[in-house]
């Protein structure tokens, strides 16, 4: 078959799945997540429909476009006053849970998987699955629909656990290439992300709220409102700020339009700016990007060593039990979120922001040649590892979270 009738087949039948797993979530409250990754595995490793090493390198590509406009619509459903409210327990939750999955993967790659290798190569492992994906929490809180407050806390939560995901793996690779670190450098990265992605995204949503009141009838003010949200995901992040928050606050300025208004005292206009069609039309984007980004997840899936599945297997189990700590150290004193620590414990699923930092020692291995070294256990370079278990818990973390979600809201509609 020609290429490009294959790629439009593949294309219109990934979108067709993936409305049918909406469905069934939305009939079941089975998460649709799982039968998206399963589906790239059946094209790619299981069938070879698609060749995944040929299109790895979208992976960037696909996973800024996925997390702007998903972050996006989460934001536009999150209440101002929630978010102002919720933000101190969802920092809580974001940093308890990295140090302690941070610690507990490195311990157990330094005296389990690869104990010949200095410790700092164990850590790197644990920073990279250090945090959850904010695109896999933010797309399913939005379709589980648990309550106001605990969706607020999960989407703060994941997109600051980013930030920390993406800024420790780099220092710790540079410790790797270097030998040194530097205090200083490390804490000015962080605030930098934090500030400069939560002044930007209130800046653009402010001011794309001025212009739509002039340019809302006009054709295609919805895509060019996309444009912006593109605009200042890709300025923060030239910036050094974290593009993810921006989008989040871009859309939280933008879905509380009349709450807006009255914080700062401004005129509102006779008609809302943000109307229905806008918050459709963005989340039919969504949508589409969504359903890709875990088509490719599955796409990326390599199986090539019992061992190596055992070992992420192990990763994923040691990632839960410590979200189950971090979860009770967050929700302490509220009686509110005490009754959803289960919801929260169960999403912890990674994403692909732990892929593509997995792949930093395959780029590094010339500059650093341990990367390339084969395990004497695995038999394959240390690089690969990296890869490989990335992939592989990606896929566990999104089981545990696609199949406990429905039998928890099973169980508490029984419960008296």
């Known amino acids: 078959?020609?290429?490009?009738?294959?790629?439009?087949?593949?294309?219109g039948s990934i979108i067709?799945?993936?409305?049918?797993?909406?469905?069934?979530?939305?009939?079941?409250?089975f998460p649709d997540m799982l039968f998206?990754?399963?589906?790239?595995?059946?094209?790619?490793?299981?069938?070879g429909l698609v060749d995944a090493a040929s299109i790895m390198s979208?992976?960037?590509y696909l996973a800024a476009l996925a997390l702007v406009f998903i972050l996006f619509d989460g934001g536009m459903t999150m209440n101002i006053y929630r978010v102002f409210s919720e933000s101190p327990r969802a920092a809580i939750l974001a940093i308890a849970g990295f140090a302690i999955n941070v610690i507990a993967v490195a311990l157990f790659m330094m005296f389990f998987v690869i104990p010949e290798l200095p410790p700092l190569y164990s850590l790197l492992f644990g920073t990279m699955y250090g945090g959850s994906s904010s695109i896999a929490i933010v797309s399913l809180v939005s379709k589980i629909k648990p309550s106001e407050k605990c969706t607020t806390v999960l989407s703060l939560e994941s997109t600051m656990s980013d930030i920390l995901q993406i800024v420790f793996s780099l220092v710790i690779i540079e410790i790797i290439l270097t030998g040194k670190v530097d205090l200083?450098?490390?804490?000015?990265s962080i605030a930098g992300r934090f500030s400069i992605g939560i002044v930007?995204?209130?800046?653009?949503?402010?001011f794309w709220l001025s212009v739509l009141k002039r340019v809302m009838k006009a054709a295609y003010a919805y895509m060019l409102t996309l444009a912006i949200a593109l605009l200042a995901y890709s300025i923060s992040e030239f910036l050094g700020g974290s593009g993810a928050l921006c989008s989040l606050l871009f859309g939280v300025v933008l879905g509380n339009e009349k709450e807006i208004y009255k914080i700062l005292r401004m005129e509102r206009p006779p008609n809302a700016v943000i109307d229905a069609g806008l918050k459709r039309f963005e989340s039919e984007i969504a949508f589409l990007l969504r359903t890709f980004f875990f088509v490719y997840i599955g796409l990326m899936v390599t199986i090539s060593d019992i061992k190596i599945v055992i070992v992420g297997v192990i990763i994923s189990l040691i990632l839960l039990l410590a979200r189950?700590?971090?979860?009770?150290?967050a929700t302490a004193r509220c009686s509110e979120l005490i009754e959803e620590r289960p919801i929260m414990s169960v999403m912890l699923t990674r994403g692909l922001a732990a892929a593509v930092l997995a792949t930093l020692p395959m780029q590094y291995a010339e500059i650093n040649p341990?990367?390339?070294?084969?395990?004497?256990?695995y038999n394959v370079p240390y690089y690969s590892i990296y890869i490989n278990l990335a992939v592989l818990v990606i896929l566990a973390t999104a089981v545990i979270a696609t199949v406990s979600i429905p039998l928890l809201k099973r169980r508490a509609r029984k419960a008296p």
Do not use: C
């Open 324 to 329: 189950f700590g971090a979860v009770r150290v």
């Open 184 to 188: 200083v450098s490390v804490s000015q």
């Open 370 to 377: 341990v990367f390339k070294e084969l395990s004497p256990v």
């Open 58 to 60: 979208l992976a960037p």
């Open 16 to 29: 067709v799945i993936g409305f049918l797993g909406n469905y069934v979530l939305e009939r079941t409250g």
């Open 200 to 206: 930007l995204g209130v800046l653009f949503g402010l």
């Open 1 to 11: 078959m020609d290429p490009v009738t294959l790629a439009l087949i593949l294309a």
């Open 36 to 47: 998206l990754i399963i589906l790239g595995m059946a094209l790619g490793p299981l069938t």
